[in-house]
């Protein structure tokens, strides 16, 4: 089943994979459907799920939304690399199913590419919570690609959730299915120096994050290790390839005693650090709109304004 109004080319195109998120899908959409930029196109690229996902996915009317499926389960990076071959829009941006934009997120990032030609792909700061969307508290991120880029054998601090970039960066450079839980990662590594980086201080992003699972973070740095110790050998230095190795390992381990012990966050200070009053409240405003069905409305001053029905 594909829907998919060909006619108007928008200027930004977001990519959602989708598989059994039946309970949390709604909510990603509406805050889509809420932005204050509304020359969009979202891509909802369904993976074969067997709950009432594409149900939901039918229960939204706009001629902005495309619905792709197959009735097949093929998995995130065959749905992203998918969703940016599908894309229309001059710029391509993440979102997966259990997240929440913020309202301005688009407004905002759109503006910054805009106005920087120079930048190839494009990370906000965001906020991580709950399945019942209470905070837990905040990820900010390097500005510059020089920081963001300080130490690739170590990882890129660059929420995947936060990006957008130009659609031809993506087409050019497409993620690798091997970097299972690493995607975002590795496809980092093998473009950051020919690539340009950037990163806006503000959260515009929510991150779903209702507990931690140590299988799935080894996982992923081993895959990412994999990528570094290639990448560096490739290049041929070994000093380099050697300690992203031991850098990982040791990350690695601490992770583990953080989820064992039960920690989590207490250890795993840069997976969530504190957030004030003014990250809550906003939070607490963002998830309301998103999270209850209604029409949004945009005030004379840019600021969004949920009207819930009678």
Same mark, same amino acid.
């Given at each position: 089943? #594909? ?6 080319? +928008? #200027? ?50 706009? +001629? ?14 065959? /749905? ?18 259990? *997240? ?7 407004? #905002? ?21 709950? *399945? ?6 905040? /990820? ?7 920081? =963001? ?24 450079? +497409? ?5 299972? /839980? ?27 994050? *209702? ?38 390992? =040791? ?30 409240? /906003? ?25 819930? +029905?009678?």
């Amino acid at each position: 089943m #594909r829907n998919d109004d060909s006619k108007h080319k +928008p #200027r930004v195109s977001i990519g959602m994979p989708i598989f059994n998120c039946e309970k949390t899908l709604a909510t990603a959409i509406r805050s889509i459907l809420n932005q204050t930029y509304s020359d969009w196109q979202l891509l909802l690229m369904e993976d074969g799920s067997s709950d009432r996902s594409l149900e939901v996915v039918r229960s939204f009317n706009d +001629p902005r939304i495309s619905v792709f499926a197959d009735s097949l389960h093929k998995g995130l990076v065959y /749905r992203l690399n998918q969703a940016v071959a599908a894309s229309r829009g001059e710029y391509f941006a993440r979102l997966d199913a259990d *997240d929440v934009a913020y309202p301005e997120r688009l407004e #905002r990032q759109t503006a910054y590419l805009d106005q920087h030609s120079d930048i190839d792909l494009l990370g906000s700061g965001m906020l991580v919570f709950r *399945d019942d969307g209470s905070a837990i508290g905040i /990820r900010r991120a390097p500005e510059t690609h020089e920081k =963001i880029c300080r130490q690739p054998w170590g990882g890129f601090h660059l929420g995947h959730p936060t990006w957008m970039g130009r659609t031809t960066w993506f087409r050019g450079h +497409p993620y690798d299915s091997q970097a299972v /839980r690493a995607e975002d990662q590795v496809l980092l590594l093998r473009t950051y120096s020919t690539s340009r980086f950037a990163c806006l201080p503000e959260i515009l992003c929510g991150y779903r994050e *209702d507990k931690l699972v140590v299988s799935k973070i080894l996982r992923a740095r081993y895959n990412f290790t994999t990528a570094v110790y290639q990448e560096f050998r490739k290049q041929g230095n070994y000093f380099l390839a050697l300690r992203g190795i031991v850098q990982q390992s =040791i990350k690695g381990l601490v992770d583990s005693f953080a989820i064992a012990t039960g920690l989590n966050y207490r250890i795993l200070r840069h997976r969530a650090i504190f957030l004030d009053g003014f990250d809550q409240r /906003r939070w607490e405003e963002v998830w309301a709109q998103a999270s209850r069905a209604g029409v949004v409305t945009i005030s004379n001053n840019g600021s969004p304004t949920l009207v819930t +029905p009678v």
